[in-house]
């Protein structure tokens, strides 16, 4: 059983406030995430990310379409008692302490009340916040919140998880540890779903991902599956300066580098190069095939002008 | 997902109840506390302290106060009421909350001295109501004539009603009828006519439809005074000629005396009694006639004002 | 379940309000009072009693009232804004359940706000007239109105903080009190108007909220007694406009898309 199904899920705002002009932030999105995956929903800011999170949440009604969620509507009681949410860089209630708001958030999540204080110290814990569960949530940095909000997604332990821009506002390491977070989530079984415009998160991280931009799903598929080579074509690596003459009539790419010389030809030819290389007795250093990386997966997927706008890495 | 019916159908049946419930119970409320906005009067009846409690906002709270004072006197005048404290205070705190709401002033002549049930029966708080509207107005011959008119027709004060109209003749742009009046005054004759020009003056110049519905009634009651007298001198003369008294208006037409069967304002015909006297149909219908009742006649309340 | 989720978040929204410092407006209340109390001991002989009484449960009630506009009209959007909803409402946790919890929560806090303001009046009482007389008992008639008046606008400021923004719903609320303190006089308005004003004009004056029926303190001050009829439907009239609004205000939550 999928995780999450969503079938067709799309939403038209209106806006203006005299005449109301629909805009469109989800195109009918359908997309069906396994059980016990990390999966993430990557595309620049205003792509439709959040908007699609809210949707599953129940925050905001959907146009048309539906979604499932461990095989249970949105509304359902018992789903949201088994999904955890990181809402886009949350605040909390400022005069609460971490542990209060914590106890509070376990209330409603209905964990029993002998198991909360424990629970809240652990979880505490394992976001790396062990010794500030007593001080008010005004004097935290944006890092430290965002670490609460993990603290409060993961609470009550959840099948699900929803994380919006997980790794913003956090430092190097930080970002480092929620992965690993994230990492030891998927090992106990759970199914992770996260969106990021940051793509190196994505890619060291995700089972799959999914590519939305302008409200609509550009590419969906395991990260090596997008990454293969797409192109078909391999980087040879040989050592010495000499370039042979029949392998130039192949390659696309070909340069010097310091004692060694790389070159990009297609996967057809790969046999032929190679044998011409061995023909002037040159030692081979590598063949590789070439992967693109997710980013320039990426900007294929987006339009050029659009991609620069909304990308880093 | 989409917004959960049973709450939205619970939520707008509540809704519905509860304005509902909402209006009946403050419609109660109404009945058990009838008049309670007015206590306040009673508790804060300073008008220097509620000007004060005003903040500057003089203005508003003084229409708010002119409104309680109409609303105080029509509502009790509707239930047939035989006193009105409250409506002395009310005026003067409206006044002294915007000293130049002249209707105040006005109203203050029409109701507030005469005597109950036509009015509050207080004559001397309207003088000083109304000297107090000159004194803020000097400029407004209305309020001359207002306290003038008290004079005149609750205390036959003659003396003081003409100095009152003799100065609101002196104002610039005055009603001509107030030199006449004040004129009129000093002989104190022909009472009726003085009445009849006085309230068809107030009618004239009035902006209030109770004033004005007041004016109207008295002039109706008049004129049936003046009808009737008349009638009854040709039913003498009638009489001396003939020897006996007439058996109908139709009589007094056959010899010329009358040229055609006289009708009162509200458009009956009046009766001939078999003693010559002339009497109304419907005597109710004309508050304040003094002449045409039948023997023994007791008016009920007048009903002047517009009911509501 | 359903009622322990609501009373976590009214105890929450209490919580956090009185965190927020809210109970220092008794600091300002104890001042006026206390410089009330010693001053009209030495001015106003006779009077001592209307004025500690009808300035002590004025004040109750403006506080109060600025209390309930100012937080009441933040008790959504604030949390819209923080995001902090997003979380409570991804748990089992309903809409409605949400806006009657914030309700019952600043109810709660205005009812022990004014629980200190009382004992605060009635020590300013008893300074000037040295002991209790039986007529104080109908202060607490009038302090009891004044909580009901608490319940009505709370629920006003809820109902308007679940469509507007903050500002536009304390100009709402807010215009509602005076407004509501003046509704019969609106009705006076009306019984002189004519035609479609007529009735624009009580309609109006029925739907809004009459504070007047609540507001007991001049007849309390002269310590006059409170019909227990009164009472009994103004507590009911109470109830029912709260009910009114709070349910127009779980009626537009639960439709609202929270962009």
Redesign the interface.
């Known amino acids: 059983m999928a995780a999450i199904d969503i079938l067709g899920l799309a939403k038209t705002y209106s806006v203006g406030f005299w005449r109301k002009k629909p805009k469109c932030a989800l195109q009918p999105l359908h997309l069906s995430v396994e059980a016990g995956e990390i999966f993430g929903f990557l595309g620049p800011n205003g792509a439709g990310k959040t908007t699609t999170l809210k949707l599953l949440m129940g925050l905001v009604f959907p146009s048309a379409g539906s979604a499932r969620i461990l095989g249970m509507e949105i509304n359902d009681p018992q789903m949201k008692a088994r999904i955890g949410f990181l809402p886009e860089q949350p605040y909390f209630y400022d005069y609460l302490t971490a542990t209060e708001l914590l106890e509070y958030y376990a209330q409603l999540s209905g964990v029993a009340a002998k198991e909360r204080s424990r629970k809240v110290s652990e979880v505490l814990a394992r976001v790396g916040l062990p010794d500030v569960g007593g001080m008010q949530l005004r004097k935290f940095s944006k890092g430290m919140l965002q670490r609460v909000g993990i603290a409060q997604a993961i609470l009550h332990d959840p099948q699900v998880l929803f994380f919006d821009e997980p790794m913003s506002g956090l430092d190097p390491i930080g970002r480092r540890e929620v992965r690993d977070l994230m990492e030891q989530l998927k090992q106990q079984g759970k199914t992770v779903f996260f969106s990021t415009h940051i793509l190196s998160d994505a890619e060291s991280l995700c089972d799959r991902v999914a590519i939305i931009h302008l409200g609509e799903l550009r590419g969906v598929g395991a990260v090596a599956d997008l990454t293969s080579s797409v192109q078909g074509q391999v980087e040879v690596v040989w050592q010495g300066n000499l370039v042979p003459a029949s392998l130039k009539a192949f390659a696309t790419e070909c340069h010097g580098t310091g004692d060694t010389t790389r070159a990009v030809v297609p996967e057809a030819n790969q046999d032929a190069v190679i044998d011409a290389l061995r023909r002037e007795r040159l030692r081979i250093v590598s063949v590789i095939p070439v992967r693109t990386s997710l980013e320039e997966y990426f900007v294929l997927k987006l339009k050029p002008s659009e991609a620069a706008a909304g990308v880093r890495s | 997902?989409?917004?959960?019916r049973p709450?939205?159908v619970t939520?707008?049946v509540?809704?519905a109840v509860?304005?509902l419930?909402?209006?009946l119970?403050?419609r109660?409320?109404d009945h058990?506390?009838r008049g309670?906005?007015l206590?306040?009067v009673l508790?804060?009846s300073s008008p220097k302290v509620l000007k004060r409690l005003s903040l500057g906002y003089d203005g508003l709270l003084a229409d708010?106060y002119w409104?309680?004072a109409?609303?105080y006197f029509?509502g009790k005048h509707f239930a047939g009421a035989q006193s009105y404290d409250l409506l002395a205070p009310l005026l003067e705190i409206t006044t002294a909350l915007d000293p130049h709401l002249t209707v105040a002033y006005e109203f203050g002549a029409n109701f507030l001295a005469p005597k109950p049930p036509n009015g509050a029966g207080m004559p001397e708080r309207a003088i000083q109501l109304a000297e107090y509207g000159i004194r803020s107005n000097p400029d407004d011959w209305h309020l001359y004539y207002n306290l003038g008119f008290i004079y005149y027709m609750e205390l036959r004060d003659y003396s003081h009603a003409a100095d009152a109209f003799a100065r609101g003749a002196a104002v610039p742009s005055a009603h001509p009828f107030l030199r006449i009046m004040a004129a009129q005054m000093a002989q104190h004759s022909g009472e009726r006519r003085m009445a009849q020009m006085m309230w068809a003056t107030t009618y004239q110049s009035t902006q209030d439809p109770n004033v004005r519905a007041n004016a109207v009634t008295h002039l109706r009651a008049l004129q049936v005074d003046e009808d009737v007298t008349n009638l009854e001198r040709l039913v003498s003369r009638y009489r001396e000629q003939a020897g006996h008294l007439p058996s109908s208006f139709s009589d007094l037409q056959a010899v010329d005396l009358l040229a055609a069967i006289p009708t009162d304002p509200t458009g009956h015909t009046y009766k001939l009694m078999p003693d010559g006297h002339v009497e109304v149909r419907v005597p109710d219908d004309l508050p304040f006639i003094q002449k045409g009742v039948p023997p023994g006649y007791k008016p009920p309340p007048p009903k002047f004002l517009p009911s509501? | 379940m359903r009622s322990v989720r609501i009373a976590h978040i009214a105890s929450n929204t209490f919580r956090e309000a009185v965190r927020d410092r809210v109970l220092y407006n008794l600091i300002a209340f104890a001042v006026l009072m206390s410089g009330a109390a010693i001053l009209v001991g030495q001015i106003s002989i006779g009077i001592e009693r209307l004025v500690v009484i009808n300035l002590g449960l004025t004040a109750v009630s403006l506080f109060g009232m600025v209390i309930a506009i100012f937080i009441g009209i933040g008790l959504v959007s604030k949390e819209i804004e923080k995001r902090t909803l997003y979380t409570v409402l991804s748990r089992p946790v309903q809409r409605w359940e949400f806006i009657v919890g914030k309700f019952f929560g600043l109810v709660g806090t205005l009812v022990v706000n004014t629980f200190f303001m009382a004992i605060g009046v009635f020590v300013a009482l008893l300074w000037v007239s040295r002991r209790f007389q039986m007529a104080d008992g109908w202060v607490l008639v009038a302090l009891y109105f004044i909580v009901l008046q608490f319940l009505i606008i709370t629920a006003l400021a809820l109902l308007f903080s679940s469509f507007s923004s903050p500002l536009l719903s304390a100009v709402f609320a807010f215009s509602l009190f005076v407004i509501g303190s003046f509704a019969e006089d609106l009705r006076g308005f009306a019984a002189m108007a004519q035609g479609a004003a007529r009735w624009l004009a009580t309609g109006t004056a029925y739907l809004v909220p009459n504070f007047s029926t609540l507001n007991v303190v001049s007849s309390v001050a002269h310590g006059q007694p409170v019909a227990a009829q009164l009472v009994f439907s103004n507590t009911l009239y109470a109830l029912v406009y709260a009910g009114m609004a709070v349910s127009g205000a779980v009626l537009i939550f639960e439709h609202r898309n929270l962009k």
């Open positions: 997902m989409k917004p959960s709450v939205t939520a707008s509540l809704l509860c304005m419930a909402s209006v119970i403050l109660r409320l058990m506390r309670a906005t206590q306040e508790y804060l708010i409104t309680r109409v609303q029509g509501d």
